[in-house]
């Protein structure tokens, strides 16, 4: 019952506080000329008086008495509290008057009246005789809180019978909002409200067949939920004959409150959707307007040209047909897609921190970060950056043990600053690096030693990538503006494509070793067929700066990242080969800031990772233009170690995800490693 005594005190104090707050004139002002009795600060008068009154209300008799707190006192004091609870009083006076009279153990007949399970148990607590007031085991059977759990089991019940058909009314209402507002210009968007409508139709009957199915398993749900609060009852039953807090008696309203979370969160996805409005609009009336009308993006011979430019670099002819067969079933149900592009973006709204690690150490200053890398089986993660070393981390044991310092399982030293790795995807301990003079070298992790040193480039090469359909096969880029294909066989380049413009970023498809992609500081992306070198395959041209990433969504889907802050979603069925082509940018993802600095870019799955300049990470989802969730490194001092306010230009320098799943490792220009689970 120590909880109760902390409670008597905390309310003598808080009584002092508040006359303390009041100088003695406006206390003065402020009681009635009637009120006779209370606190005053006035010269004359002593808030004393009030303190010794309101002790003696929470003090039992034998405690009067004897001085000696006891357990049955404390259940005195309990009595009091839940006698204040319960009865309501019009004034100051009144309330002293009352509450006079409850020393006698005399009620208001109001209370009486209207309540009398409750003023049975507060004659109960309030018993003269210590020997007859109830334990802690008979409050809590009592049949008031008896009755507060069942209406709590209740309460979740119907709660989680809300939350199912709330699942179903997000993209209701999204629609129906949408039709209301154009409605109002019915005259110029007659198509897109008859549209809507019948889409509102179509999510009506989708909703009535939910509904239906729903319905049979609802009285199953309701006699579990029964059974359920059975077993609770008798959970709490058995936790009875242990000595319990009376403060946990209070846990009844907040578990109440708890189950109201689940509702809750629907309508915070809700509001996430309506706060986008815009973005979802657009992406709405794109994806209507594209299964509508198919063909628009480039005319009937282009798009035949397209395909089988392709199907030279991407997947065999039969493979496109399954494709083409499976992306005209998806245009007939267009609506479905969007929907399952708004639960994807409402499923994850932040990251959370599950570990962190230094790369450098504290004396260099020079720890940024500038690639991360996932082995073939996701289990270890390489980092390189200017300290001139890659480090190999274990990811499982990082995450389990929960220490200040991780050290790296393999460290292997290198002679220059480092721009890129990458893991091989099919031989697991082949490691490719590529640094500032230039030098791309093949590593075999598990030995620490160097299997092939290439030094063709002229100037410092950016990035380096294995094949994923030929992993004997890579790929660098330079700011020679030469690309260089590698062989892990051979000691000398086994191809050269050559451009006016450095290259900064390299990548090949998921399914093709012949189809390879890279962005330059001329501000566009090339895609070439490494069988047939002389010409572009098509050139991807709407970035406003130079193109600093890109990764493939899937075999004919990619993204860029550019130091004009954007990032740009590439369809290659709908792009042309003629140059400055515009029409394969699907959509343009804003939100983080990139003007100077490599920032990172990483795909798994669907979901976009980025950088940004403001030393956050931004996630966002590959159908939908606004950021899903967003995280904010904290500054560190380079020198401490601590955090500081200031930032001093930090950025995140480097992302990663863990294969499918929603593990992202980020790091920044000072060489803090965290990693992320998007949740």
């Known amino acids: 019952m120590l909880g109760w005594r902390e409670i008597r005190r905390s309310s003598w104090f808080a009584l002092q506080l508040e006359q303390s707050h009041q100088g003695p004139h406006q206390a003065a002002v402020n009681r009635s000329p009637k009120d006779k009795i209370g606190p005053c600060l006035v010269p004359g008068c002593q808030t004393g008086e009030k303190v010794q009154d309101l002790k003696a209300w929470y003090t039992s008799s034998e405690e009067h008495a004897t001085g000696t707190i006891t357990f049955a006192s404390d259940i005195y004091s309990l009595g009091v509290f839940m006698f204040e609870l319960f009865c309501s009083f019009g004034s100051e006076v009144e309330r002293m008057r009352v509450m006079a009279d409850l020393r006698n153990r005399i009620l208001p007949p109001r209370l009486l009246s209207e309540c009398p399970k409750e003023a049975s148990l507060c004659l109960w607590l309030l018993h003269p005789d210590p020997s007859c007031r109830p334990k802690a085991r008979d409050i809590f059977n009592c049949e008031i809180l008896m009755e507060a759990g069942d209406a709590i089991a209740e309460r979740q019940a119907a709660v989680l019978l809300e939350e199912k058909e709330a699942e179903s009314e997000v993209l209701f209402e999204f629609l129906l909002r949408m039709q209301n507002q154009k409605q109002e210009n019915a005259r110029k968007l007659a198509h897109d409200v008859s549209r809507l409508s ?71 996805k809700s509001a996430r959707f309506m706060s986008n409005f815009n973005h979802l609009e657009k992406v709405y009336f794109s994806m209507n307007w594209r299964a509508c009308a198919p063909g628009m993006g480039m005319s009937k011979s282009s798009s035949r040209q397209g395909a089988e430019g392709l199907s030279i670099g991407c997947a065999a002819s039969d493979e496109l047909k399954a494709t083409s067969r499976s992306g005209e079933e998806n245009e007939e149900d267009w609506l479905g897609c969007f929907f399952d592009s708004l639960c994807k973006y409402a499923r994850y709204s932040r990251f959370e921190v599950k570990a962190t690690l230094r790369h450098g150490d504290l004396l260099n200053t020079a720890n940024m970060v500038c690639s991360l890398s996932f082995d073939r089986d996701e289990e270890y993660f390489a980092t390189a950056g200017v300290c001139k070393r890659i480090k190999v ?159 493939f969504v899937d075999s004919v889907t990619l993204v860029s990242a550019s130091t004009d802050n954007t990032l740009k979603l590439w369809d290659l069925t709908r792009a042309n080969t003629a140059p400055h082509a515009q029409t394969g940018c699907s959509l343009t993802y804003t939100g983080h800031t990139n003007e100077k600095n490599f920032i990172g870019l990483s795909i798994a799955d669907g979901y976009i990772a980025c950088g940004s ?58 060489g803090n490693i965290k990693i992320l689970e998007m949740v």
Request: with cysteine.
């Open 613 to 670: 300049e403001t030393n956050a990470v931004f996630a966002y989802h590959k159908s939908l233009p606004m950021e899903m969730a967003s995280h904010k490194f904290g500054c560190t001092d380079p020198i401490t170690g601590r955090e500081v306010e200031e930032d001093g230009g930090q950025f995140v320098s480097s992302v990663c995800w863990r294969g499918k799943s929603q593990t992202l490792v980020a790091a920044n220009s000072m």
């Open 198 to 268: 019948a889409d509102i139709q179509e999510v009506e009957r989708r909703r009535l067949a939910l509904k239906k199915k729903r319905g049979p398993i609802t009285k199953v749900e309701n006699s579990g939920q029964r059974r359920v609060t059975g077993a609770n009852m008798q959970e709490r039953k058995g936790l009875q004959g242990k000595r319990q807090h009376p403060e946990d008696g209070v846990g009844f309203r907040e578990k109440g409150i708890a189950c109201i979370d689940g509702r809750g969160k629907i309508l915070s």
């Open 393 to 551: 981390f274990e990811c499982d044991t990082i995450l389990n043990e929960h220490v200040d310092i991780h050290y790296p399982v393999v460290e292997i030293p290198c002679r220059s600053k480092l721009s890129s790795v990458c893991w091989n995807g099919y031989i697991k301990s082949h490691l490719a690096s590529c640094d500032y003079e230039g030098v791309v070298q093949l590593w075999d992790a598990s030995n620490n030693r160097v299997l092939k040193e290439y030094e063709e480039h002229e100037k410092r090469a950016w990035s380096v990538d294995f094949s994923k359909a030929y992993p004997t096969k890579l790929a660098s880029g330079s700011d020679d503006g030469t690309v260089k294909l590698w062989s892990i066989n051979q000691e000398r380049s086994i191809g050269t494509i050559k451009t006016k413009a450095n290259v900064c970023c390299i990548q090949f498809p998921p399914d093709s070793g012949h189809l390879l992609t890279f962005g330059s500081a001329d501000y566009k992306v090339y895609v070439y067929d490494l069988r047939t070198t002389k010409l572009p395959l098509c050139i991807l041209a709407s970035h406003q700066k130079a193109v600093s990433y890109v990764k």
